[in-house]
């Protein structure tokens, strides 16, 4: 199971701790789904989850407002029996609740606030945390932004991957990963690709060492993350193999249970593979918006045939 930990959400939302007593370091946040305690509040704790983020809002404070100081505590104090909860953010001008917070020291669960809408925070945290614990594995390969098309090139060690990577920069596009891709899995039909930090920005060319693309291409030439859309395998030309020439059918292979649309491009002399990958990127993008070359084809033949028979 992956965790996040409070110190990197506090860090990315600028939350302002209301309980500085309370030391979070090491506290971690195991669940990618966010809470909203109302029911809990109500006095109905069936089914909860106190793994998750707990977020109180205008709905709760609101329900708050019509109880009395000492059956707000109660509650309170029952909501916080629970120390596996990672922590508490208050959203909006709402709280701080004194007695929330007292209890809160007692039981060391940090509280938080932030002055975002307590929706737009979920709707962010959210989001963030499901990048975050994501399910996750990495490959070897290269993943390039090819006309905002995340393309993840594969093959064998010394094939060329890095090299058609440094043509494709060359030619606008942006690189995301060298030689290691880390994968998450960010819902059930969205693969985001990024490099693992010690080596982002770095190309290893042989023969020449290791190349800072940021530093010699500048930022334009980067970027940190990438859907994964469509996979190009190398391999080196095979004569005795039969190669798609068409391309009416799409070949897939599977990351992470996610079936992502595969080319296999054979390499050989006098083969640039760099616009070849760019030039699939550009049919797959075709494709998204309608429009398959090959079927295209295939329809002229046909009514081309059928013309033909028509005037015997």
Not at 150 to 160: D, H
Request: proline residues 3%.
């Amino acid at each position: 199971m992956y965790t996040v930990s409070v110190e990197k959400m506090v860090e990315k939302f600028e939350l302002t701790n209301l309980t500085p007593e309370i030391s979070y370091e090491g506290r971690e946040i195991s669940q990618s789904d966010v809470n909203r305690p109302a029911l809990q509040l109500a006095g109905f704790f069936d089914h909860f989850d106190d793994g998750r983020l707990q977020v109180i809002g205008k709905v709760e404070d609101a329900y708050l407002e019509t109880m009395s100081l000492a059956e707000r505590e109660e509650r309170f104090r029952k909501l916080l029996s629970f120390t596996s909860i990672p922590c508490i953010v208050i959203c909006r001008s709402l709280g701080p609740y004194p007695d929330l917070v007292k209890i809160a020291n007692k039981n060391q669960i940090p509280v938080f606030h932030t002055e975002e809408v307590t929706s737009s925070f979920i709707a962010e945290a959210n989001r963030w945390l499901h990048v975050e614990l994501a399910e996750r594995k990495s490959v070897h390969g290269v993943l390039v932004d090819i006309y905002g098309e995340g393309v993840l090139i594969k093959g064998e060690s010394g094939i060329g991957k890095s090299e058609t990577a440094l043509e494709l920069i060359r030619r606008g596009h942006r690189l995301v990963a060298d030689d290691v891709v880390e994968i998450k899995k960010v819902s059930a039909a969205t693969l985001l690709g990024t490099s693992p930090e010690v080596i982002r920005h770095f190309i290893e060319m042989r023969g020449i060492g290791i190349v800072d693309i940021k530093q010699i291409f500048g930022v334009g030439s980067v970027k940190q993350m990438q859907n994964i859309d469509l996979i190009i395998n190398l391999e080196l030309w095979d004569q005795q193999k039969e190669y798609d020439r068409l391309g009416i059918g799409n070949k897939y292979e599977e990351i992470l249970g996610i079936d992502v649309v595969s080319h296999t491009i054979p390499i050989r002399p006098g083969r640039n593979i760099a616009i070849i990958c760019e030039t699939a990127a550009i049919n797959f993008r075709q494709k998204k918006m309608g429009y398959n070359a090959a079927e295209e084809l295939n329809k002229r033949v046909l009514d081309n045939l059928q013309e033909n028979a028509s005037k015997k």
